[in-house]
């Protein structure tokens, strides 16, 4: 548990770098899944959950 919080900036670190270099390659998928793979194990996962559930909730009431 201890190393998921270097892992996890490391892994975000390299996914902005990649987004601000205007190249998409094959890295940056495996980075982004390994980011998200690394959050899904963590306690954000549940909080992250909620959050892009309460997004779509109000974008599905803005819409309609």
């Not at 987004?19 to 793979?37: M, N, P, Q």
Request: charged share 10%; net charge negative.
């Amino acid at each position: 548990m201890v190393m998921d919080v270097p892992i996890l900036l490391l892994l975000g670190g390299l996914l902005v770098f990649f987004v601000r270099s205007d190249e998409l390659r094959i890295t940056h998928t495996l980075v982004a899944v390994l980011l998200g793979a690394q959050i899904s194990s963590t306690v954000l996962a549940t909080e992250l959950n909620a959050a892009i559930a309460a997004a779509n909730h109000l974008i599905g009431t803005v819409l309609t």
